[in-house]
C-alpha cells in the first residue's frame, strides 16, 4: 500500500470516530435525557475533550490526509508533510481526550446523594476502593437517575475513541514522513517491450 493510500485510509476512518466523540461529549450534558443546571452536570465534561479533543482536532487531520491521499496516490510530498503537522495535533487532541476521559472515570460523577445536595460521592477514594470495582455503592447516587452508568458507558467511549485516534494519527505521522521523503507512490515500471 502507498503511503497516499495509506493517508487516506486513515483520514477516512477519523471522521466518524470524531463524530462519536462529539456525540458523546454532548450526551455526558444530558444525563439519562434529562436537562440539569449548569452547576449540576459534572465538571470534567466541560474541558470539551470529545468535542474538541477527539472532534474537531481529529477532523482537521482527516481533511487532509484526504487531500494527501488524493485518488490514492498525490505525489505531493508538501501535502504529506503538512498532514504529518495536522496529524501531529490530532495525536495531541487523542491523547487529551483520553487523558481526561479516564480522570472522568476514576472521579465519578457529580450527583444527588438524596439530601437535594449534588457532590462528587467517588472522589479521593483510592482505586483499590473505586466506585467502578464495587458496583454496589452506585446506590449512592439517587438523582439524576442512572448517572453512574450514563458517566462510565460514555467517558469509556470517549476513551477509546482517544486512544484510537492517538494511535491513528501516530500511524500518520509516521506515513507521512516516509511520502515525505520517499514519495507517496511507487509506480510499476514497464519495459521497452510493453510487457
Known amino acids: 500500500m502507498c503511503t497516499g493510500k495509506c493517508s487516506k485510509c486513515i483520514g477516512i476512518t477519523l471522521f466518524p470516530l470524531a463524530l462519536c466523540a462529539i456525540v458523546s461529549n454532548i450526551l455526558l450534558y444530558f444525563p439519562n435525557g434529562q436537562v440539569l443546571q449548569l452547576s449540576e452536570i459534572t465538571d470534567l465534561v466541560w474541558f470539551f475533550h470529545g468535542i474538541l479533543g477527539a472532534g474537531i ?3 482537521l487531520p482527516a481533511f487532509m490526509m484526504l487531500g494527501a491521499g488524493g485518488a490514492g ?3 505531493n510530498r508538501c501535502g504529506m508533510l503538512l498532514s504529518v503537522f495536522l496529524s501531529l495535533l490530532g495525536l495531541v487532541g487523542g491523547v487529551y481526550c483520553a487523558v481526561f476521559s479516564s480522570m472522568g472515570l476514576i472521579g465519578g460523577p457529580l450527583c444527588d446523594t438524596g439530601d437535594g445536595e449534588y457532590i462528587y460521592p467517588f472522589r479521593n477514594n483510592t482505586l483499590e476502593y473505586n466506585y467502578l470495582f464495587n458496583q454496589t455503592t ?3 447516587c439517587k ?8 458517566n462510565i458507558v460514555l467517558f469509556s467511549i470517549l476513551l477509546a475513541i482517544g486512544a484510537i485516534e492517538a494511535v491513528l494519527c501516530f500511524i500518520q505521522v509516521a506515513n507521512g514522513i516516509i511520502g515525505f521523503i520517499c514519495g507517496t507512490c511507487m509506480r510499476k515500471k514497464t519495459n521497452i517491450l510493453g510487457m
Do not use: D, F, K, T
Open 143 to 150: 438523582e439524576p437517575e442512572n448517572i453512574i452508568l450514563w
Open 57 to 59: 482536532l481529529a477532523i
Open 138 to 140: 452506585w446506590s449512592i
Open 73 to 75: 496516490c498525490c505525489a
